[in-house]
Structures are given as structure tokens and as C-alpha cells.
């Protein structure tokens, strides 16, 4: 996994991560109110085992790690990986934010933004995302983005004595352009701009 | 790693893999008739890499792999990988890289060994998998072992002028047909 650069959005920026920003991610794995929410990316461990994983996730080609910072400081991390050389397209495979910090719109902010840098930087068509059905916050930001339920794996994660299902979201650049056209982190060029 | 042998009805078992059956695959991969629904048709396909491959699939705990044989000659592989043993979760594939012998029902029959494996010996709970929705073969084969369609991806690739959507299955001990 790569490590992002700086992506604003108005209430958060996501940012290159840092070593420091560890001891927040390791604390939030082991927070069973974000388990119960997400799968884990990675279990907690010793702060060297993620300095190892963090230099392990530096040289991945397919992956970004985005550390979140939200009213100037750290409130969570977004990480998700590119599909291929010959299918463009990205999975956001985590969105975490702080339990602590929840209910404050940073999920939604740096979710728009993070989308924003899919779509209107990199160009990809699509985007994908794989969301716990009980996940009603992570649902309810994949639906205000233009998300579309295209499957629903039954049974698929296990927690709290119980299975819950699965749904894997959907959204492609055309929907994002419908509903979110006026979302540009530039200006448009000067018309004179390339003279 | 590489599961144990299975004999399976009709001449086909699934095999442990060797490096030799692994590098039976430069000849499988990259044919245009084994692989319109498979990958792009390119990639690292060097005998040295092939070892690497062998190497690293032996030793990866997360998945089961295996060789399908047809009356004992390698014809193609299969195998269950990311497994999530806390979930009890994973994802499962299948290539026939003899194209001569489509048709015989090898796949419907590795499925079948498959599939029972995961539930009886593996104890996992569930098996999912992705397959290109006009691959009507690949598609009955694991109907035939309990999958369920639990939804199509619209457009996931694009091949010879068109897009192809993709099946989205799932499987459970309680949907195989030996358990129902």
C-alpha cells in the first residue's frame, strides 16, 4: 500500500501517515465499538509490529493509506487498494473514524473528499466499497455519495454471538458527476490559462 | 498450501500440486480460448516466477489449492483462498487449462470435491466466488454444489467489443446437495 497525500475536504484533510499516528490506529483495533463496525485492518499488536507493517504498506503498489485529521488532529484513517492494470477502478476497504469523534460529520467530509480525489483527480470510472448491513452510519454515507447495493453476502462477518450480512456498494463516475459536478477541489482553468 | 488427494466419479480427482503441474500453467494462462473469461492475458509468466508462486502458495495458510487431474493427467487447478478462519470465510476458483476438454463435466466434479472438503474437513461456513455471468459452464458447475446468486456486477470487464457482467455466488454446508 502507497501512502496518500494531502486531500481537503471541509471539516477533514486526509494526509501522508505518519509512525506517530500508529499508537491512535493500534488503540482504534482493539476498540471493540469500531470492531463491531469494520473489519480490522490488522490486530492490535507491539508499536514495533506496526512500524514493520507500516514499512511493509509504504511499498505497496495497489494500496493507499490516508491518515485522517479532523479540526487539527488525527480522527482516523481511510485505506483501499486500485484493482488492476487493465480494470481501473478502487475498493475503500476502511474508513475509520475515532469512536470518540463519531457523530461529528468527519465520516461523511472525508468520505466526499476522499471520492472527489477518485473521481475527479485520478479519473477512475469506478469505485467500490463492502459494508456490514448493521453499519447503518457507513450505509447512510455510501447512499448521500451515490453508492448502489449490487450484492449482499449472507452470513459473512461474525460478532456479538451472531452473523450479519454483507453489502457490496457500487458506484460509477457517471453518478458521481450527477450528483456531485460541483464538487472540484480547483477552479476551473482561466479561459487564457494555457496561452 | 495444497490439499490432500480427493477422488472424485468420472476420472477426475484434485490433486496436492507440484512445481511441475504449476508450470504446466505457461501453456493454461494464455490462450484466447481458455481465457475470455480469465485474465488479461499477460503477466509474469517466467518459469522462475512460477517457483516463486509454487513456493508462496505452499506456504500461505489462507488458502488450499489444488491440481485437477483427469484420468491422473493435470488439466487445470482449483482451491479455496482468503480464508478468514475467524469468519470461516472464503473465496473459491477454478481454471481448466485444457480447452480439448470442455464439456466432460471436469469442473461440475472438482466443485462437488471441493465444496465438500470445505465443509467437512475445513469446517468453514461459507465459500464465495465471482464468475463472468456468460460463463454458463463454470456457472452451472457450482450451482450444481449449492451456490446461490447473491448478486451481478454490471460491466465488470470488457472483451472483444463488449462488456461482461459478473455472477456473485455463495455457498453454505446447509446448500450442498449431500447435506440438503
Known sequence: MALGGTIRGKKTTLRLPAEADLDSYNRWMADMRVRRAHRVWHEPAMPATWKERFKETAKDKMGVLWSIDGDGRLVGFAAGSFWSMTQLGFTLRQLVIDPDQWRKGYGFDAALALHRYLFDYLDLPRVGAEVRADNVAALRIGERLGYVEYARGHEVHYRDGGYVDEIQLFMGKEAWQERWSAEREYPPLAADAAR | ?180
Open chain 2, 1 to 180: 498450501m495444497f490439499g490432500p488427494r480427493l477422488d472424485g466419479e468420472n476420472g477426475v480427482a484434485l490433486v496436492p500440486s507440484t512445481l511441475e503441474h504449476f508450470k504446466l500453467r505457461l501453456g493454461w494462462l494464455l490462450q484466447p480460448e481458455t481465457d475470455r473469461f480469465w485474465g488479461p492475458r499477460f503477466g509474469e509468466m517466467t518459469e522462475e516466477k512460477l517457483e516463486e508462486r509454487f513456493k508462496k502458495t505452499a506456504d500461505d495458510e489462507t488458502q488450499v489449492e489444488w491440481t485437477i487431474a483427469y484420468h491422473d493427467e493435470p488439466v487445470g487447478f482449483t482451491g479455496v483462498f482468503d480464508i478468514d478462519w475467524v469468519r470461516r470465510d472464503a473465496e473459491s476458483g477454478i481454471f481448466i487449462g485444457r480447452h480439448d476438454l470442455f464439456g466432460r463435466g471436469i469442473a461440475s466434479e472438482a466443485v462437488r470435491l471441493r465444496t465438500g472438503f470445505a465443509w467437512r474437513e475445513l469446517r468453514l461456513h461459507r465459500v464465495h466466488n465471482w464468475i463472468a455471468l456468460a460463463n454458463r459452464g463454470s456457472r452451472r458447475a457450482n450451482e450444481k454444489s449449492g451456490y446461490k446468486q447473491m448478486g451481478v456486477y454490471r460491466k465488470s470487464f470488457f472483451r472483444s467489443g463488449e462488456w461482461y457482467d459478473e455472477w456473485l455466488g455463495e455457498a453454505y454446508p446447509h446448500t450442498f446437495p449431500e447435506q440438503r
